[in-house]
């Protein structure tokens, strides 16, 4: 697939891989931000951070990455630890779908062994093809894409890519810009793309002065891409919950296995009625 820039656009100025590739991994080498999970090459550090990233800020969550490993320094232990020790041990994160998850997948590397291509790895519970190409490329040294959002705005931009990066094919697109760019080391390649994202070629007002590949990006107007869809307006629940206590103590109830908040523990619910202020269905005690 090409877009309208890309098939106006002089073939030699719209691959602009020869150029910006070594650029790009100078600057990395200068600039990152020192982060604990960068410090080696270990399957699992990067698996764990990979899977903590999503939904939540990585300034944010370092410190539950730090308290996470000293619990479970290895993925039997992982395998291993009893489910309130696990929500626990992730609270504050949310999500709690991505730890049980990532305890799932655990629980089949402590029997099977790890996983070393993207393809294989995408076989476990809770790992797509952006973790999986990350742990891949950084841990394996495959050559695999790492697409999450920073990096299809990158390449949105160094493209001047104008449709929705939502899509399939544009996604699709966008890796195979990717795959055609990646220099060795393939990981550090991957983390110089996500960390440009993150630093520099940001949402909103990127610091085009300051960045790196700057000569090479096809964008008129960086700061209007990457196109993403309408975001759909948020489902909003009225909710009554009960407070039993003695003075002392508090009654919790442990919640479905599924559904929304599944398995954590709560105050009893039920719903607000529509034509009364009562709530239903009460539990009885």
């Avoid at 041990?89 to 291509?117: F, H, T």
């Avoid at 076989?123 to 973790?131: D, F, N």
């Avoid at 307006?233 to 003695?246: G, M, N, S, V």
């Avoid at 709560?266 to 009625?273: A, D, I, N, Q, T």
Wanted: glycine fraction near 6%.
């Amino acid at each position: 697939m090409e877009t309208e820039r890309s098939m106006n656009a002089d073939p030699e100025t719209v691959n602009p891989a020869p150029g910006f590739a070594r650029p790009l991994m100078d600057w990395y080498q200068a600039h990152h931000r020192d982060l604990p999970f960068r410090r080696d090459r270990e399957p699992y550090h990067i698996w764990v951070s990979e899977i903590m990233a999503q939904q939540t800020r990585i300034e944010a969550m370092v410190q539950y990455y730090d308290r996470f490993m000293t619990l479970f320094p290895t993925v039997q232990d992982l395998a291993a630890a009893d489910e309130d020790t696990l929500h626990r041990a992730w609270q504050g994160l949310g999500y709690y779908s991505r730890v049980r998850n990532l305890q799932k997948a655990a629980q089949i590397v402590a029997r099977e062994g790890m996983p070393r291509s993207k393809k294989e790895l995408q076989t476990l519970p809770g790992i797509g093809p952006y973790t999986a190409g990350a742990i891949a490329s950084i841990s394996f040294g495959e050559k695999a894409a790492a697409v999450d959002g920073n990096v299809l705005r990158v390449f949105a931009r160094l493209y001047d890519i104008r449709e929705d990066v939502t899509k399939p094919a544009v996604k699709r697109e966008i890796e195979a810009r990717v795959l055609d760019a990646m220099i060795e080391p393939y990981g550090e390649f991957n983390q110089a793309i996500m960390e440009l994202g993150a630093l520099v070629c940001t949402p909103g007002t990127p610091d085009c002065a300051g960045c790196p590949v700057n000569q090479w990006c096809l964008a008129k107007d960086p700061a209007s891409l990457p196109v993403l869809p309408e975001k759909k307006r948020k489902t909003e629940e009225e909710k009554a919950f009960l407070i039993y206590t003695d003075g002392y103590r508090m009654h919790l109830e442990k919640r479905p296995a599924k559904g929304l908040l599944a398995g954590l523990y709560g105050f009893p619910e039920g719903e607000v009625s529509k034509d009364t202020t009562g709530i239903h269905p009460l539990p009885r005690y």
